[in-house]
């Protein structure tokens, strides 16, 4: 009998009896028949008279459990108190590890009580939360589950619009394609205060659309608005590469180290962009030697693939290249 049929069929004193009277077990049984059907109201039901009854004692021990399971569960119980923000904060953190069981769909996270009273902060913590692992999001499956986030955004947004929490926000619905809902919460943050974080967010997603003019645009907004930020000189930078201007490529990763000039991520691009615009064995030596450090390997690659694509290079040295990219 699966974890769901048990639930519907005996309440929580079946459960409970099924678990061995182990409360813990008990929530494990829970979660497991949320997994299997979200909305369904009966595992809530079962989980809140758990709650009423061993309220302490769970939270006590659930506290340091740590498991899944167990932070889904918290989730559930820090609604039931009132505190809205940290339940968000943990549902986003479970969805983050499993995005494939649609757990936004339970009924608490849809409810009017949860929606009038998170916080914008909260829920763009939480919507960062749901991208730590990197999983692929954009698919229709995907886009299907985070339904219920998306309409929490739309409500969050417009009833507590900080343009800085709004442009954290507008990350989820760009990782599942939904640029429109990304764009529609840049232009309500910009509609309260234009600021450097909404430029960015913007033109992340003109970038994930395709759109290099519209991404260059924005980031040369977000550089009006914080010219002294390293990180945007080399977005831009990365962006004119992209378009094949490495002229310009080579330039703004010149100005990104006017500010930061010891930061190895600048000083590589600056490399690879040289290299391809002039051809310089010495500037190739230098990405080489640059390369190991860079933490993001997608990034390092692009940059060898830049640099080792200038005409005229020493065989060897483009060899030696292409040797740190396949480490």
Known sequence: MSNRSVVAGVG?????AHCGGSPVGAVRLLVGAIAAASA?????AALAELWTDRGPELKETLAEEGSLSAVLAQAYFLFLEGDMDDAVMALGSVTGVRPDVAWGAAPWFGDARFLGAVSAAALAEACLRTLDHGHDLDTDEMRERFAPWFHALDEV??????????AAMARLPRACGRYALSFALCDRADAVDRVMWTAVARAATWR???DLDQAAEAFEHALLLDSGNWSLHLDLADVRAEQGDFAAAANLAEQALEHEPHEVTARAAHAAYRTRLAGSSDDLRALIT????????????????????APKLPRGLVAEAHRVRGN
């Not at 929580?12 to 409970?16: D, F, I, N, P, T």
């Not at 947004?157 to 709004?166: G, N, T, Y």
């Not at 640059?290 to 694509?309: G, H, S, V």
Request: net charge negative; aromatic share 6%; glycine share 4%.
């Open 208 to 210: 994930a659309t395709g």
């Open 157 to 166: 947004s417009e009833r507590d619009p900080v343009p800085e929490s709004l």
């Open 40 to 44: 369904a109201p009966e595992p809530y």
């Open 290 to 309: 640059l390369a190991p450090e860079i933490a993001d390997t997608t990034y390092r690659n692009q940059l060898i693939d830049y640099a080792c694509a």
């Open 12 to 16: 929580l004193a079946g459960v409970m």
